[in-house]
């Protein structure tokens, strides 16, 4: 997320955070370490005696602990800050979608104001306590209430938070709105742990899928009897045209997964057993991103985000935002999944199967897509379902 | 005696429920009745116990306060090992780890790499013990124990046994737990969160296999274990406050963990719902959770469950279970801080209220962990507005913090330091709560490190600060000795210091859109740039790490070798400092103390000393205040002085 | 010095161990009002089996109530201190609890017998688990009651040493009381 603050420094600058910055961090790092074990083990010699008299009487802890707070303080926001804007380069870049730039405007009000109330409050902490530290002969403040105060402290922040509330409820009724009519369908289903990406083809229809039927060659467990299921593509990457809506269609076949295309502030959680769907519109082509970003290597990616087991961190696909044009162009130019003369794999169809009673209609599995006649998958009465195993 | 003088509880073991104070009049208790044995099981009126029925299996609530106290320290030496080493994963994942197969074994494989399924499951036995064991048993169960009685001025907790029964079920869970750990398939893996399918079905990762089902039983009796000792708490607090000890004079320590435990009671038993349907979905083939799902090859049965129900019950306990966690932390922290300020708590009801109203709301705002799970946007529009409106009297706190120490005259004892440290992390750490209570924020920062930087600072480090602090300011009491201060300071400063090391560069990388629960960052290109702020994290955990030893090695030797101890080491208000050293089962010898005023009268106008404890009655105030040593003696309600107890000798 | 000091007692009067009793009560509230929201959140979202409660629990549920009549009537009898018939009523109040499981087992075998199988979806579970968690709780209930019961043979209890048995009536009458909230529960969720 960029802040304002680049209005100062282009997108593309050094980043201020460069290796050789970082190296000198480690060393510091390192010298702090060492510095504080050469500390510790002097004064655990000295004090190996728990109950010795004090060999540092000399040393007034009270101030001493008083001044190193102010200081860490001090220092922790001045070091805060610096390497919050030195590290910005790090970030994700300005948002790709046009419902994240005003997420990023969201977030950029909101660490204005948390930011100066983080520092302020420290300020007065430590303030208040290098100030008021122990002195003999003072007597402190016996001041244990005052209503008004509690009241003001009540409504300042109150009214600061409705107004982030409404700015929040705002933008997340328009990105949880219904999406428009126009908009391009994608379906994501993830598996462990990999994503399928299926477009509808040229019928604009996305084909039933059942996931009984799912197999090593029909990832999605299309249902062939399903006509408009046929031209549907499943391709390896997910591409999109810029300025134009698209609508993700989100499932999951095993366990959680979750949707998640950082450069467009996407995020959709993907539930086996419940489809959930989020709509965005891009707004920069990839071109555009890298000529932005001076990285002819960049692209966008989708990751996981839901833990979903050993490859959770590894579920990649890359986005490609292209023009209305080269998107048709694409489109045009995959593959249905289907495959009518797919080399017979024959598995027969009730192999393992339990007894099933006589209502079952969805006996029939395709082990070779397209090459017999499937029946239609029936509701399902009882649990009795033929079951099948392809390892 | 007159009766008046009785103990309440006497009254109230031996007459029914209607109308105690009839009884309570028409009652003879002649001098034999001993007055140190109410309220206690049969067991208790044994005349002598045993090694084991005193050391182990103890009715007597501070010894099941250390009991407590020790398996919290030891399972959080055990969370910390596990943070250090992922830490260790994520700061170097292209290197051998090969020098880790001392520790993790099998799970390194041949070329050094460590296995990506055990990977998670630390993540998530370091954040279910984390939480769990430490932050709620190790902290509530410890002071909770050790605290009521002693601030209420009560002799035991309500029900001794029960009290018992509560540490051991939790010691029997915490077995289980650890035992998990060294299984041959894994401990669970499915986050400490352990949302299903993937915690129901063993073949989505190993660790749900046994490892789960060893997770639930542990959970089980650990629920159980924090029911029975809510229980206790709530009926402590209601019944066995001592004379003068009226709701609104009863110190925040004890408010808190009363609030504490009515959430537990409230909301523990949904967690035990969850984990039962979940059992059913697991081994019984039910489906609950579990619905339209090809895995391994197969397609599964299960028909009709969803996984989002799981949610909803266990974030049902899971967000109260945050503030299970935090609100004892606050308490400690209000009376630490007033302590060491020697000023009263600034807005005491304020503070009451506070903790009633954060209480309350902790029970509606939990589906604010469930924004982009796909729930309906008017819902998440009403989550939205509840979390945001739990910031207020967490706010509140903060300002009332802050104005306590204003104008103080300020000891900065370790407990002190250590509670102060809380304020600055629960300020950073709740801010970014504003992030991410905020629907449409969360977003893009949901399930990323932005949410680990969130948790760990405003809940996990402060209520550690919470849980240190307490050691540090009632070591003397549970101990006799005075832990040593140079040590704590140090301890203290490496621990901030690395806190906020660890922590804070993990905005940065939630900013950057780094998602959480990544064994490495290898496989995308906008997770680069991260590698040497990995390092650097993982140096100072390491660091903070060490810090813990210094601590672990001045509380041990403490114990031992530890200076002796003052009876009131922080010249404090409140009732615990009255009681002899190690008070013996029933803590005060002869009669309880009555009390006069509130807790908070530290630097009183008019009072020479800067503190006027809850015991001393008006009519002696003088005569205390030209002699405070006369703290450690009792006086009976006309202020007159009861004859010299032993404690008066210490 | 002598002055009037003003000592307010303690506000609350309720019997320490009949609190912690209380509380419990609460989270095996808490229990079953999860168990009934998880209920009616699965029910919303449609394909839910809707059948008839076993004509057994009806009769269960007239056990219950008696049993806590017979209960009730225990108490009473203490506090008249007419000891035999406390003891007398805690048997039937026993025997009623075992009838009352025993019923509850025989629903379960008349659920089998209609076609209500446990794990064919999750509206059959439901069903099966609330009334096995309740019956669950109910045997801990039945252990108090006999516990109570051999303690009232040895003549431990009087009438101003009571703390026992009010303690078990409390928790019975609880039993009941739940039971009766499930099985309205059930009628409305599940015709």
């Given at each position: 997320m960029c802040l304002p603050f680049s209005l100062l420094q282009a997108q593309d600058a050094a980043p201020v955070l460069n290796q050789e910055n970082l190296d000198f961090m480690m060393m510091a790092l390192k010298g702090l370490l060492l510095l504080t074990v050469v500390l510790a083990l002097n004064i655990l010699r000295m004090v190996f005696n728990l109950r010795d008299s004090d060999p540092f009487a000399r040393v007034d802890f009270n101030t001493l602990n008083a001044r190193i707070l102010a200081g860490f303080v001090l220092v922790g926001i001045i070091l805060a800050l610096y390497y919050s804007f030195g590290l910005r380069s790090l970030y994700l870049p300005e948002s790709a979608s046009a419902h994240g730039i005003n997420l990023d405007k969201m977030f950029n009000l909101t660490l204005l104001v948390t930011g100066i109330v983080v520092i302020i409050t420290h300020l007065l902490l430590v303030w208040f306590t290098?100030?008021?530290?122990?002195?003999?002969?003072r007597k402190a403040i016996y001041y244990p209430d005052n209503n008004k105060l509690e009241m003001m402290w009540t409504i300042a922040p109150a009214i600061v938070l409705t107004v982030l509330v409404l700015d929040g409820a705002k933008n997340w009724n328009s990105i949880m709105s219904p999406p428009p009519e126009d908009a391009i369908e994608i379906e994501l289903t993830g598996k462990q742990f990999a994503w399928n990406i299926r477009y509808a083809g040229s019928d604009d229809k996305f084909g039933k899928t059942n996931f009984r039927m799912i197999s090593a060659t029909n990832e999605l467990g299309f249902d062939w009897s399903d006509e408009s299921g046929k031209d549907d593509v499943m391709p390896g990457e997910i591409y999109m045209p810029v300025n134009r809506p698209v609508l993700l269609k989100i499932r999951a076949r095993d366990v959680l997964h979750s949707v998640y295309l950082p450069h467009f502030r996407v995020k959709m959680d993907a539930v086996p057993g419940m489809p959930t769907q989020f709509w965005f519109t891009p707004i920069k082509t990839t071109k555009e991103m890298r000529t932005m970003l001076k990285n002819e290597n960049f692209n966008y990616e989708l990751a996981c985000t839901e833990i979903c087991g050993r490859g959770h961190f590894s579920m990649k696909r890359t986005v490609v935002v292209v023009t209305e044009a080269e998107y048709k162009e694409w489109l045009r130019k995959q593959k249905p999944y289907f495959e009518p003369e797919a080399p017979a794999a024959v598995i027969p169809v009730n192999a393992t199967a339990p007894a099933q009673d006589s209502t079952s209609q969805d006996s029939a599995i395709p082990a070779n897509p397209g090459k017999d006649k499937i029946a239609v998958a029936g509701k399902l009465k009882k649990s009795t379902v033929t079951l099948y195993s392809h390892n | 005696m007159s009766s008046e003088t009785l103990d309440l509880r006497e009254q109230l073991e031996e007459a029914p429920s209607i109308a105690p104070a009839e009884h309570a009049h028409s009652h003879h208790h002649g001098s034999g009745h001993d007055e140190s044995h109410d309220s206690h099981s049969e067991e208790d009126e044994l005349p002598e116990v045993n090694f084991i029925r005193k050391y182990v299996f103890s009715t007597d609530?501070?010894?099941?306060?250390?009991?407590?106290?020790?398996?919290?320290?030891?399972?959080?030496?055990?969370?910390l090992l596990l943070s250090v080493l992922f830490r260790i994963q994520l700061a170097w994942?292209?290197?051998?780890?090969?020098?880790?197969?001392?520790?993790?074994?099998?799970?390194?494989?041949?070329?050094?790499?460590?296995?990506?399924?055990?990977?998670?499951?630390?993540?998530?036995?370091?954040?279910?013990?984390?939480?769990?064991f430490v932050l709620t048993a190790g902290l509530s169960g410890t002071f909770s124990n050790f605290l009521i009685p002693l601030q209420l001025g009560?002799?035991?907790?309500?029900?001794?046994?029960?009290?018992m029964l509560s540490y051991w079920f939790f010691f029997a869970s915490a077995v289980i737990m650890t035992y998990s750990l060294f299984l041959e398939t894994g401990p669970a893996g499915g986050g400490w969160v352990i949302y299903p399918p993937l915690s129901a079905l063993p073949q989505a990762i190993s660790g749900s296999g046994m490892g789960m089902t060893l997770w639930l039983i542990s959970m089980a009796l650990f629920i159980?274990?924090?029911l029975l000792g809510a229980i206790n708490y709530i009926s402590t607090v209601l019944n066995l406050r001592t004379k003068g000890m009226s709701m609104t004079r009863m110190p925040l320590t004890i408010w808190a963990f009363f609030v504490t435990a009515i959430i537990g009671t409230l909301s523990f038993p949904v967690l035990f719902s969850a984990a039962l349907l979940l059992i059913f979905d697991r081994s019984f083939g039910t489906s609950f959770y579990l619905s339209d799902i090809y895995i391994a090859g197969k397609a599964l049965e299960n028909h009709g469950g969803s996984p989002i129900l799981f949610q909803h019950l266990f974030w049902f306990l899971g967000h109260p279970e945050v503030y299970i966690v935090l609100l004892p932390a606050l308490g400690m922290t209000s009376e630490i801080i007033s302590t060491n300020a020697r000023k009263p708590i600034f807005g005491y009801r304020a503070m009451i209220g506070s903790i009633l109203g954060i209480a309350f709301l902790s029970f509606i705002v939990w589906a604010h962990h469930m924004f982009v799970t796909g729930m309906n946007p008017f819902l998440g529009t009403v989550f939205m507005l509840l979390t945001l409106i739990i910031a207020v009297p967490s706010a509140v706190k903060t300002f009332n913090y802050l104005a306590t120490l204003w104008g103080g005259n300020i000891r900065f004892t370790t407990a002190m330091l250590f509670s102060i440290g809380l304020v600055s992390l629960f300020i950073t750490g709740g801010v970014t709560g504003i992030f991410l209570g905020n629907a449409a924020l969360d977003i893009p920062l949901h399930d990323t490190y932005f949410v680990t930087a969130h948790f760990h600072l405003v809940m996990g480090s402060a209520s550690a600060f919470g849980f240190f602090a307490g050691v540090y300011h009632w070591f003397p009491k549970m101990f006799g000795k005075m832990m040593n201060d140079r040590l704590g300071y140090l301890h203290f400063w490496l621990t901030f210091i690395s806190v906020y090391l660890v922590f804070f560069p993990m905005h940065f990388m939630g900013m950057a859109g780094i998602p959480r629960r990544y064994y490495a960052a290898s496989t995308f290109d906008f997770t680069q740039g991260f590698t040497n702020m990995n390092i650097f994290i993982t140096l100072s955990a390491i660091l903070g790490f060490s810090g813990q030893l210094v601590f672990l090695y001045n509380f041990f030797g403490s114990i031992f070798k530890g200076k002796k101890a003052p009876l009131n080491p922080w010249n404090s208000n409140t009732l615990e400092w009255t009681t002899p050293h190690n008070p013996q089962h029933g803590n005060w010898e002869g009669q309880i103390p009555a009390v006069y005023r509130w807790p908070y009268d530290y630097s009183k106008p008019g009072v020479n000393n800067d503190y006027l404890p809850q015991h001393i009655p008006d009519g002696a105030i003088q005569d205390w205040d030209h002699n405070p040593a006369n703290a450690s003696l009792l006086y009976d309600e006309n202020g007159n002085r009861v004859a010299d107890t032993p404690a008066a000798h210490h | 010095m002598q002055q009037e000091i003003k000592i307010e007692e303690p506000d609350f009067r309720i019997h320490p161990k009949k609190v912690v009793l209380w509380v419990s009560m609460v989270s095996i509230v808490m229990i079953f009002a999860a168990l009934s929201s998880a209920l009616m959140v699965r029910q919303g979202e449609g394909n839910w089996n809707y059948f008839k409660m076993p004509p057994m629990f009806w009769i269960t549920s007239g056990l219950i109530l008696l049993s806590s009549v017979t209960m009730q009537w225990s108490l009473v009898s203490l506090k008249r201190e007419s000891f035999p018939n406390l003891v007398t009523g805690l048997w039937i109040t026993a025997l009623l609890g075992v009838a009352f499981l025993a019923g509850q087992f025989m629903g379960w075998m008349e659920l089998v017998n209609m076609g209500v199988f446990f794990r064919d979806n999750p509206s059959n579970s439901f069903l099966?688990?609330?009334?096995?968690?309740?019956?669950?709780?109910?045997?801990?209930?039945?252990?108090?009651?006999?516990?109570?019961?051999?303690?009232?043979?040895l003549f431990r209890y009087r009438a101003n040493k009571m703390l026992g048995v009010e303690l078990c009536a409390t928790y019975w009458h609880f039993m009941g009381a739940l039971w009766i909230y499930l099985f309205l529960f059930l009628l409305y969720h599940y015709s």
């Open positions: 290098y100030n008021n530290r122990w002195k003999e002969n | 609530h501070k010894t099941i306060a250390k009991q407590f106290l020790i398996s919290g320290i030891i399972m959080a030496i055990v969370g994942p292209q290197e051998d780890l090969g020098i880790l197969r001392p520790i993790l074994g099998k799970w390194i494989n041949e070329s050094g790499q460590l296995d990506p399924e055990f990977y998670l499951a630390m993540v998530t036995m370091h954040g279910t013990i984390m939480v769990f009560a002799r035991d907790m309500a029900s001794g046994f029960i009290n159980v274990s924090s | 099966y688990i609330l009334t096995g968690l309740h019956g669950l709780h109910l045997i801990g209930g039945l252990i108090a009651v006999i516990w109570v019961l051999v303690k009232a043979i």
